[in-house]
């Protein structure tokens, strides 16, 4: 007998290593939500609100390379947009499964809940459309297809897929032809050759070369190609803002963070005054180039993408970036370049009864890391103190840089923590991004997990206070909260939570930070203007980061 649409689609599910499920219930998705509960190779994973579930499957895939949501129709579904949104800007597979009315609700055009009134049933997944590789509405007779063209769609392109259920065709078996699994897409060979003959011709004429090693590193699975790139080349890389840790920042021939005009102008001479710049998956973004301020040469830069490969202005379509750089490994002379590894944040300033600053604050956290760690940073000023430091062994940074939306950090740390619960996951938030979605800090507590947080109190959100015209509008006020209480509120009264306004405040609190066998909440309060030097930076850089020259 053949399998019910539900079923089918949970096991294509497993069949892509897809095991855990987040979401938030709801009548019209419980057909979905049963089969992952009813399933016992499957755990569902509720979240607080859509939102914050979005988020959470986002920071899952950023460790498992691909997640799965799960909403209701129409008020779940765009709850969960924003999120997905997120996703599909920073190249990650979230596989949103939505919960529909019945067919012959929508048949009848029935006025239900969740609708806009008018008795219409597909302006919502018509909304999905820009931010996702593919959608389908499943019936018993096309399930089997559009199942594997939104999983293919979701691999290949690395991006979310929009898959809606009708709730009365849930338990109805396939009425389709099953179908098999599409194979990952292919590089033309002839074209293939062309491209690695072009690059490496290109790379051994110049006389000093440098890599920018991008996300799509990361995101694609191919950090031990890179490495292998990059040793048998002795070629030296650097990465941008969006891409730290795409590769380990202990390996040799790192040399720090580029960011244009902004920052590190040792970075800065090195990569633009190289003949060549080998850009490995990198995206050419505001923030990832300091404001628009980075000024290399087209004609230098060699761009090895997703799908394609551009040397100068010569664009070579349909190759695959890993057999790109496989190729190059092989093709490639070695160019070794003697280079100084980047300084780090030095040692932190001030005296113990000080309070806490830019310059006291960042240096202490490089220092509080860990090989291993799983550092989430959230959007603003906490994340451009961090973006500097220098990452141990194994560490991973992630940061929403290029969609930037605030409250995203906390609830990716827990998906982050769900994915490696045996790894130390550290969250840094600051509290105008943290009041957005702090309901899911409960989530740390109920399935065990123990995360570092450290939540900045600068009285505000206080990157807009850089950006805007008055510092001081009432716009970038917040209420004030007692945020070192925050754990026990939300379930947790075992966690070791404390409130550090000096540096001896903070130097304690993160010593006993490290004893500690429970989860952690330190708020760290600092003035309302005190910025870390990017932060700063880039308020000085608005003409330039606001499209002026």
């Not at 820009?130 to 399930?143: G, I, K, M, S």
């Not at 394609?308 to 190059?328: I, P, Y």
């Not at 769900?418 to 507590?445: C, D, I, N, W, Y």
Request: a negative charge; one cysteine or more; aromatic letters at 8%.
């Amino acid at each position: 007998m053949a399998p019910t649409v539900v079923d089918y689609l949970i096991q294509r599910l497993k069949a892509i290593g897809i095991r855990d499920v987040f979401g938030v219930p709801g009548d019209f998705s419980f057909a979905l939500n049963d089969a992952v509960e009813g399933d016992p190779d499957m755990r569902w994973i509720g979240c607080c609100n859509e939102l914050n579930a979005a988020y959470a499957a986002d920071g899952y895939a950023r460790i498992k390379g691909r997640s799965a949501l799960c909403t209701t129709y129409g008020v779940g579904e765009l709850s969960a947009l924003c999120g997905v949104a997120g996703s599909y800007t920073e190249h990650l597979p979230v596989i949103h499964l939505v919960g529909m009315p019945s067919v012959s609700t929508q048949r009848a055009r029935r006025i239900v809940h969740h609708t806009l009134g008018d008795g219409s049933f597909e302006a919502y997944a018509r909304m999905t459309e820009p931010v996702v590789a593919a959608r389908a509405v499943l019936t018993p007779e096309n399930a089997a297809c559009q199942i594997e063209r939104c999983l293919e769609a979701a691999l290949t392109r690395n991006r979310p897929v929009y898959i809606a259920l009708p709730q009365d065709y849930a338990d109805v078996p396939l009425a389709g032809e099953l179908v098999c699994a599409p194979e990952a897409p292919q590089s033309d060979p002839g074209t293939l050759a062309a491209a690695v003959e072009a690059v490496a011709e290109r790379l051994d004429a110049a006389g000093s070369a440098v890599v920018l090693a991008g996300y799509l590193i990361a995101r694609l699975g191919l950090r031990e190609v890179a490495k292998t790139l990059l040793a048998r080349t002795g070629l030296p890389f650097a990465t941008m803002f969006m891409d730290k840790t795409a590769l380990d920042e202990t390996l040799p021939g790192y040399l720090g963070l580029y960011d244009g005009r902004i920052m590190n102008p040792e970075v800065r001479d090195f990569v633009e005054g190289c003949d060549c710049v080998l850009n490995l998956g990198a995206l050419w973004s505001d923030f990832n180039t300091g404001a628009f301020t980075a000024k290399i040469d087209p004609s230098r830069m060699i761009a090895v993408m997703q799908h394609e490969t551009r040397v100068g202005h010569a664009t070579f379509k349909d190759v695959e970036m890993r057999d790109v750089m496989e190729g190059l490994a092989g093709s490639v002379a070695p160019k070794p370049a003697t280079v100084a590894g980047p300084k780090g944040l030095g040692e932190p300033k001030g005296a113990p009864g000080d309070p806490i600053s830019p310059d006291s604050l960042y240096p202490r956290f490089e220092r509080f890391l860990r090989e291993g760690d799983i550092v989430v940073a959230e959007t603003g000023t906490i994340s451009m103190g961090l973006g500097f430091a220098r990452m141990p062994a194994g560490a991973e940074f992630f940061n929403q840089t290029l969609w930037g939306a605030i409250g995203w950090a906390t609830p990716a740390a827990f998906g982050a923590a769900m994915a490696a619960p045996k790894r130390r996951t550290l969250l840094f938030t600051g509290e105008g991004s943290h009041q957005m979605t702090v309901q899911e800090l409960g989530q740390f507590g109920r399935h065990g997990l123990r995360p570092i947080v450290f939540c900045l109190n600068n009285d505000g959100y206080l990157i807009e206070r850089l950006l805007c015209k008055d510092p001081k509008s009432s716009y970038n006020d917040l209420a004030p909260w007692h945020y070192a209480q925050l754990p026990a509120a939300f379930g947790m009264p075992d966690w070791y939570c404390a409130k550090a306004a000096t540096n001896a405040q903070l130097d304690a609190a993160m010593a006993a930070a490290e004893t500690r066998r429970t989860g952690v909440y330190i708020e760290v309060v600092m003035d309302r203007m005190a910025a870390s030097p990017l932060a700063q930076k880039l308020g000085e850089s608005i003409r330039t980061l606001y499209g002026g020259q």
